[in-house]
């Protein structure tokens, strides 16, 4: 099941984790793709929100970490290009391995061997590309290539785990889950100044909002 969020965007709550489905201009686009386990209910959900699996044409990650990139594989043989942050596109296609310096790097080290590379084409994304009408916006921390999205055309923000939501508002990624909490808050900080007011802001954990999201992360930086 997918949930309309705005005109051409739906959420799917993949149990506690989020993906979003955006028909940018004619341009089907998935952005993360939850657990392993998830990619049915992706699938699934294309059929809800009117579409067909052929009519998706790109995947956009938020980062690498097994419960955003585990569902690619249910895409393996379609003509679907993956764009990724250039720092975290070695781990997805399985170049680089995790780092084990980092408490971070050792868990996903750790679940690495339950993820298979996609056999699609990956491509490495910078601070300030685009893609279709989405701008891409460097947001290290959580993890070290993490990235967000903005489309001012739908006026949506992609947060992916740079935040979390919890109780109506947005906190930061914490600790346990964060490669650098310091890196976190200087990146809250920088996109909440650089990027453009969007309404529509999905976080890779909790529930979205559909009005005043880049007030609320303004709201979230303000005190970091």
Request: glycine share 10%; proline share 6%.
């Amino acid at each position: 099941m997918v949930t309309a969020l705005a005109d051409d965007i739906w959420w799917y709550d993949l149990t506690g984790v989020n993906a979003t489905l955006v028909d940018d201009d004619g341009a089907l686009t998935l952005v993360d793709a939850g657990l392993p386990w998830h990619g049915n209910a992706l699938i699934a959900g294309l059929s809800d929100a009117g579409y067909e699996l052929r009519d998706l044409d790109r995947i956009l990650l938020t980062h690498f970490d097994f419960d955003h990139v585990g569902g690619l594989s249910a895409f393996d043989g379609i003509d679907v290009t993956i764009y990724v942050g250039e720092r975290d596109a070695p781990l997805v296609t399985g170049e680089q391995a995790p780092p084990l310096g980092t408490h971070k790097g050792a868990f996903q080290r750790l679940v690495s061997p339950f993820l298979d590379a996609p056999d699609n084409d990956v491509v490495p994304l910078a601070d300030g590309d685009t893609v279709g009408s989405f701008t891409v916006y460097d947001t290290p921390g959580h993890t070290p290539g993490h990235v967000c999205y903005v489309s001012e055309d739908h006026s949506l923000g992609l947060l992916g785990d740079l935040v979390r939501e919890d109780s109506g508002r947005f906190e930061p990624s914490p600790w346990l889950v964060s490669y650098d909490t310091d890196a976190v808050a200087r990146s809250i900080r920088d996109f909440a100044e650089r990027a453009p007011d969007f309404e529509t802001a999905v976080p890779g954990h909790g529930v979205p909002f559909e009005e005043g999201g880049s007030a609320k992360l303004s709201k979230l930086a303000a005190t970091l």
